[in-house]
T-cell receptor, first 114, second 113 residues
Framework: EPEVTQTPSHQVTQMGQEVILRCVPI?????FYWYRQILGQKVEFLVS????????KSEIFDDQFSVERPDGSNFTLKIRSTKLEDSAMYFC????????????FGPGTRLTVT | KQEVTQIPAALSVPEGENLVLNCSFT??????LQWFRQDPGKGLTSLLL?????REQTSGRLNASLDKSSGRSTLYIAASQPGDSATYLC????????????FGQGTELSVKP
């Protein structure tokens, strides 16, 4: 069964560094998402992406964040100048119109900012 | 602003019991509702999706119901097993351009052998 994959599974970075989190969505899906979950807290929406542009973003998704679909298969989240409070699990998800926008999640990337 | 609440926060039951997890949401204008399972430190596995026009969905020992007008959904798990131990998350989808899922805080379920 097709699945969403994410790399790396765990990323440790120093405060102020840039990180890129990578996702490969399910191949025929059209909608792509990033969510994050700070330890012990709710899963929070960051951004949705459709037709090669951002369709919606949350208050969290400020100028520090950007997304890209560089080659038709990968979907990336870039975090510039990381802060301690960016430490979280980051989930990528994708959805196809034919499944009523059912979202399928990847296994997540655990980002630790030291 | 849509808010999703799940009760109880944690539940411990002996193996074999039937149980109900509750989810409530404040804005009934949802497109669909998904129930997920999350194992510790892992990703989210979609269990069931209910469209806003549907009343319930079933998959194996799981049955999810939706009462959109009252802003409630329940996940019924029949004949619980230790392997069902996990956190169960409810999320509503508000379609707006790209749409997004808004999550509850989850119910942590422990099934004792």
């Amino acid at each position: 069964e097709p699945e969403v994959t994410q790399t790396p599974s765990h990323q440790v970075t120093q405060m102020g560094q840039e990180v890129i989190l990578r996702c490969v969505p399910i191949s025929n899906h059209l909608y792509f998402y990033w969510y994050r979950q700070i330890l012990g807290q709710k899963v929070e929406f960051l951004v949705s992406f459709y037709n090669n542009e951002i369709s919606e973003k949350s208050e969290i998704f400020d100028d520090q964040f950007s997304v890209e679909r560089p080659d038709g298969s990968n979907f990336t989240l870039k975090i510039r100048s990381t802060k301690l409070e960016d430490s979280a699990m980051y989930f990528c998800a994708s959805a196809g119109v034919g499944r009523s926008y059912e979202q399928y999640f990847g296994p997540g990337t655990r980002l630790t900012v030291t | 602003k849509q808010e999703v609440t799940q009760i109880p926060a944690a539940l411990s039951v002996p193996e074999g019991e039937n149980l109900v997890l509750n989810c409530s949401f404040t804005d009934s204008a949802i497109y669909n509702l998904q129930w997920f399972r999350q194992d510790p430190g892992k990703g989210l596995t979609s269990l069931l999706l209910i469209q806003s026009s549907q009343r319930e969905q079933t998959s194996g020992r799981l049955n999810a119901s939706l009462d959109k007008s009252s802003g409630r959904s329940t996940l019924y798990i029949a004949a619980s097993q230790p392997g069902d131990s996990a956190t169960y998350l409810c999320a509503v989808f508000n379609y707006n351009q790209g749409g997004k899922l808004i999550f509850g805080q989850g119910t942590e379920l422990s099934v004792k052998p």
